[in-house]
């Protein structure tokens, strides 16, 4: 089962920043928060992961609260391309399996 | 050019026919995946295999087959006994990264039984 919550939906414009909320309460001390987003009818696309350091990468950039009880997804400067679905996910190092795909936060970018 | 690739994008098939989805990676990851999903719903795991010649079941296996005899491909079987097969099909693979293992993802085959 998901462990998370995100909103259902948001939208973002055209090149602001897109802030993308994710409580994840009862997370333990060895999963990471995963985010993966999905563009219609396309597999899933990975985004950035953490455990709880802060992280960048050249899309996006990871914000993990210090009780690491939620997470922020920031997308600096957001395009029309970026509109999806996107996912957030904790799991634990190597658990081998699955990822736990809940319903995700649809995030439509406004030109 | 690396990656995993998924073919056909399009399936159709008759009722009562099993159909065979294929997934190829040429990334050199061990463990693959493949996943269902449903229109407004997350991804199910149906199986994943973490070496050649081994895997197990994921949550939603009845009615499916696969095989890996070798690490590039891991091909699934909708057999005729999966009751309800349309579905978008995806397949993935995983790498350890980090500490972690992180999992990419084919672009997918929608497959409708008529």
């Known amino acids: 089962d998901a462990k998370t919550t995100q909103p259902p939906s948001m939208d973002c414009a055209e090149g602001r920043a897109a802030n993308l909320p994710c409580n994840h309460s009862?997370?333990?001390?060895?999963?990471?928060v995963y985010w993966y987003r999905q563009i219609h009818s396309q597999g899933p696309q990975y985004i950035i992961h953490?455990?709880?350091n802060n992280e960048t990468n050249e899309m996006a950039s990871l914000i993990i609260t210090e009780d690491r009880k939620s997470s922020t997804l920031i997308l600096p400067h957001a395009t029309l391309r970026d509109t999806a679905v996107y996912y957030c996910?904790?799991?634990?190092?190597?658990?081998?399996?699955?990822?736990?795909f809940g319903t995700g936060t649809s995030l439509t970018v406004i030109p | 050019d690396g990656g995993i690739t998924q073919s056909p994008k399009y399936l159709f098939r008759k009722e009562g026919q099993n159909v065979t989805l294929s997934c190829e990676q040429n990334?050199?990851?061990?463990?693959m995946y493949w996943y269902r999903q449903d229109p407004g719903q997350g991804l199910r795991l149906i199986y994943y295999?973490?070496?050649?010649?081994?895997?197990q079941k994921g949550d939603i296996a009845e009615g499916y087959s696969v095989s890996r005899e070798k690490k590039e491909s891991f091909p699934l079987t909708v057999t005729s006994a999966q009751k309800n097969p349309t579905a978008f099909y995806l397949c993935?693979?995983?790498?350890?990264?980090?500490?972690?293992?992180?999992?990419?993802f084919g672009p997918g085959t929608r497959l409708t039984v008529l």
């Open positions: 996910i904790v799991r634990e190092i190597l658990a081998g399996n699955q990822f736990y």
């Open positions: 993935a693979s995983s790498i350890t990264q980090r500490g972690t293992d992180t999992q990419y």
């Open positions: 990334l050199n990851h061990d463990a």
């Open positions: 295999s973490q070496i050649v010649n081994d895997f």
């Open positions: 953490g455990l709880k």
């Open positions: 009862t997370i333990s001390g060895n999963e990471y």
